[in-house]
């Protein structure tokens, strides 16, 4: 089984990547939902208590506790999967990196995805989600709050780089390579230079 987890900052593009797994019949597990789980379970609101009950359940189960608690979900879908690959969706913090290393060994591999603040900013007022993916200060903040929980450092571990700083068909068929999906369709953007670079040989973008 080959475990794909994906780093980076808000707005960075690994929702887009999450897609282009799903689309492939890649399960996706999402390290977010184990949060989302445990607030149900204490009857909480994802929405509002999402990053409180984080916090708490690395005080109270340790930092990796995040990456222990998904460890069974991935299983899970590589089980349920005819697929040989599983893609992980936000790890957070060297941690989590860690504890997927020591659990899959080189069959893990972390990719980081990359787009510099001013066009994760533009994306994300785009999206326009919530209120807060319109806010400048709000991305300030949370890039501020990612980065001390040890993103930035794991971002730099990472193993691969996609540079996100171009179209999102260029984007797209970047992860498809990086997933080792077969390309059958040709995107419509053929002009696009970034397209041309091998997908994991653009590492060490100042995108963070
Ligand atoms: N290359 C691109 N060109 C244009 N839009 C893009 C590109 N990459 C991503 N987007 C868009 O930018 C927005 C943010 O991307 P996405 O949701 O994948 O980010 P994310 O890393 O999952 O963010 P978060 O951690 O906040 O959920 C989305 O609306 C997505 O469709």
Redesign the pocket.
Same mark, same amino acid.
């Given at each position: 089984m080959n475990v794909i987890g994906t780093v980076?900052l808000?707005?960075?593009?690994?929702?887009? &990547?999450a897609n282009v797994a799903e689309e492939a019949g890649i399960p996706v597990v999402v390290m977010g939902d184990v949060i989302r789980a445990e607030c149900r379970r204490r009857g909480l609101d994802p929405a509002e208590h999402h990053g409180r009950i984080a916090g708490a359940l690395r005080e109270e189960e340790g930092d990796d506790a995040i990456a222990a608690r998904t460890l069974p979900r991935i299983r899970e879908a590589a089980a349920e999967s005819d697929r040989d690959t599983v893609l992980v969706d936000?790890l957070r913090s060297t941690v989590e990196l860690e504890r997927f290393r020591e659990a899959f060994g080189d069959d893990f591999t972390l990719v980081a995805?990359r &787009?510099p603040f001013e066009l994760?900013a533009e994306?994300?007022d785009?999206?326009g989600r919530d209120d807060s993916d319109s806010d400048l200060e709000a991305l300030r903040e949370r890039d501020a709050r990612e980065i001390n929980l040890g993103l930035g450092e794991t971002l730099e571990r990472a193993d691969a780089s996609i540079d996100?700083t171009?179209?999102?068909a &260029?984007?797209r068929r970047r992860v498809r390579k990086i997933l080792g999906i077969e390309d059958e369709t040709v995107d419509d953007d053929e002009s696009d230079p970034a397209s041309a670079d091998p997908a994991t040989t653009d590492a060490g973008g100042d995108g963070a």
């Open positions: 980076g808000p707005g960075s593009g690994k929702g887009e &990547a936000g995805v &787009a994760r994306r994300l785009d999206r996100n171009g179209t999102l &260029a984007f």
